[in-house]
């Protein structure tokens, strides 16, 4: 089954840190560019962040330099360091693929994950 597993995802104070992990299965990452994308209740799914196939990354105005995108294709996982966590911050978070380049629909990726939970709160 081609899919991803999502996981870091956790309860944190307003200001901290989390570090998710987005392993891919059942294929290799290769060319393959990675979003991440949240959705928080009552929203529809957003993208946070992409990396491309070559390694170039992308981020929402909301995560601009408090979010790294980061990629190790020997271990076929693309990380998500999340820094300074806001409350607004908080929702499922998910990964999914698409061919080499990113985008910002979520209907051109595929392979989603299960999602990882974070939550922002004091």
């Known amino acids: 089954q081609l899919q991803f597993v999502e996981s870091g995802g956790s309860l944190v104070q307003p200001g901290g840190s989390l570090r998710l992990s987005c392993a891919a299965s059942?294929?290799?990452?290769?060319?393959?560019?990675v979003g991440w994308f949240r959705q928080a209740p009552g929203n529809e799914r957003e993208r946070v962040a992409c990396?491309?196939?070559?390694?170039?990354?992308f981020y929402g105005d909301s995560v601009k330099g408090r979010f790294t995108l980061s990629r190790d294709n020997t271990k076929n996982t693309v990380y998500l360091q999340m820094n300074t966590l806001k409350p607004g911050d908080t929702g499922i978070y998910f990964c999914?693929?698409?061919?080499?380049?990113?985008?910002?629909?979520?209907?051109?990726?595929?392979?989603w994950g299960q999602g990882t939970q974070v939550t922002v709160s004091a």
């Open positions: 999914a693929r698409r061919r080499l380049s990113c985008s910002n629909s979520t209907t051109d990726f595929d392979s």
């Open positions: 059942g294929f290799t990452l290769g060319d393959y560019a």
């Open positions: 990396v491309t196939g070559q390694g170039t990354p």
